[in-house]
């Protein structure tokens, strides 16, 4: 491993001075769980890190505004979101996403900010939140700006973001009277990266879908909107199999699936097509069906 210069900063805006968005070998380190493998796999070799470990505390804090939205710190722990009373009460689709993602030495180190920053789309929490309707807050040396979640990785490792911006906020909607769910698909174990994640949020009116919010990762080369899938679902009886089916089948229809070393283009489609029907009666179980395969 090449040597490289490691810098401690105090202050968030002393963090992104120390950022160079002409220079991509200069990076910011939460957790370092991603950056740590990069570098072991020679992928990376930074001159200079810049640990956001020692920043203001209220970067890694959570709670809910007087909106009933769910704040979170980038540099927050993703443990500290699974262990959340709040989090399990207002938003149990995050609360049981994060069981199963990664396992527990990783969500003890990593934080949010840097999971979505990486961009990896095998990650589960990339589709939850967008499917929630979440927002990034990102902060530079110009300010800040907002963004939906499902908006901010444009490809594989890749995102909006410059070199010296980080994402400094996470705001998570209510989940209040809307069913969700995210079904992770493994080859392994729950906690491995999913050959297929589908997250499904459901806006009902009695039986009947008022809205859908349909994502999947794992698939392409980020988190996907389905809006075909969407559009079938909405103003149909959720419990109509066979709109669940064609719902299925659009969205395995609509997406160029690409294969990796968790499954072929082909499995992932037909998983796909038997998946999302499956996300949405766990959806309208409360969650309570089994999530991961």
């Known amino acids: ?14 963090a992104i001075a120390l950022l160079d968005p002409e220079d991509p070998d200069i990076r910011p380190v939460g957790g ?14 930074p001159t200079r890190l810049v640990s956001l470990a020692g920043i203001e505390p209220e970067h890694a804090r959570l709670g809910v505004g007087a909106d009933g939205a769910l704040r979170i710190g980038g540099l927050a722990r993703l443990s500290a979101l699974e262990h959340s009373v709040a989090v399990r009460e207002g938003w149990p689709m995050l609360a049981r996403t994060l069981r199963t993602l990664s396992n527990v030495r990783v969500r003890h180190v990593a934080t949010v900010g840097g999971n979505l920053a990486h961009a990896d789309p095998h990650m589960d929490l990339p589709p939850v939140l967008s499917a929630l309707g979440a927002r990034v807050t990102v902060t530079g040396p110009d300010g ?66 008022r809205d859908a919010r349909v994502f999947v990762g794992a698939a392409t080369d980020r988190p996907t909107r389905l809006a075909g899938a969407e559009a079938l679902l909405r103003g149909a009886a959720a419990r109509d199999d066979a709109v669940l089916k064609r719902a299925g089948e659009a969205a395995a229809a609509e997406l160029d699936i690409v294969g990796d070393p968790h499954g072929s283009a082909s499995y992932k489609k037909h998983l796909l097509s038997v ?3 499956r996300a949405v009666r766990c959806a309208l179980a409360g969650g309570a069906g089994k999530e991961h395969a």
């Open 275 to 277: 998946y999302l029907g």
């Open 1 to 14: 491993m090449a040597p490289f210069e490691l810098a401690r900063p105090a202050t968030l805006q002393d």
């Open 144 to 209: 800040t700006r907002t963004l939906p979640v499902e908006d901010l990785s444009t490809g594989y490792y890749e995102t909006v973001l410059a070199r010296d911006e980080l994402v400094t906020a996470v705001d998570v909607p209510a989940q209040a009277g809307r069913a969700g769910a995210y079904m992770k698909v493994t080859t392994r174990a729950a906690h491995d990266w999913p050959a297929l994640g589908v997250a499904v949020v459901l806006d009902l009116d009695g039986e009947q879908v």
């Open 32 to 45: 370092g769980t991603a950056v740590m493998l990069m570098m072991k796999a020679g992928v990376l070799r």
